[in-house]
């Protein structure tokens, strides 16, 4: 079993930045790779970012692209979204997964674990 626990949503501004971490825990060793998505109320949840294990390759929403950086912390096993340039559209709550044969990584039925998530707004 892998266990995630989100951390760092808040309240910012348009334009601002935030950094969401997802600390992972127990047999993370089992997992190739993981993921960030979120999920707006009334809205399906939609894929964010994705970053495997061996290789430290990244994957990310076109929404996203140039904005957020997903990125690992190897000594703590915590994995980092940073997201800068943040717009009102941005807000949902945001989820972490891990998989353990994740490819496809913008399908959520690609990972086996999930956090409970946190919740980002961004306002005008």
């Known amino acids: 079993q892998v266990q995630l626990v989100e951390s760092g949503g808040g309240l910012v501004q348009a334009g601002g930045s935030l950094r969401l971490s997802c600390a992972a825990s127990?047999?993370?060793?089992?997992?190739?790779?993981v993921g960030w998505f979120r999920q707006a109320p009334g809205k399906e949840r939609e894929f964010v970012a994705a970053?495997?294990?061996?290789?430290?390759?990244?994957y990310y929403g076109d929404y996203v692209k140039g904005r957020f950086t997903i990125s690992r912390d190897n000594a703590k096993d915590t994995v980092y979204l940073q997201m800068t340039s943040l717009k009102p559209e941005d807000t949902a709550d945001y989820y972490c997964a891990a998989g353990r044969t994740v490819g496809l990584s913008w399908r959520p039925g690609e990972y086996d674990y999930w956090g409970q998530g946190t919740h980002v707004t961004v306002f005008s």
């Open positions: 970053f495997w294990w061996r290789h430290s390759n990244t």
């Open positions: 127990g047999r993370i060793d089992s997992t190739n790779a």
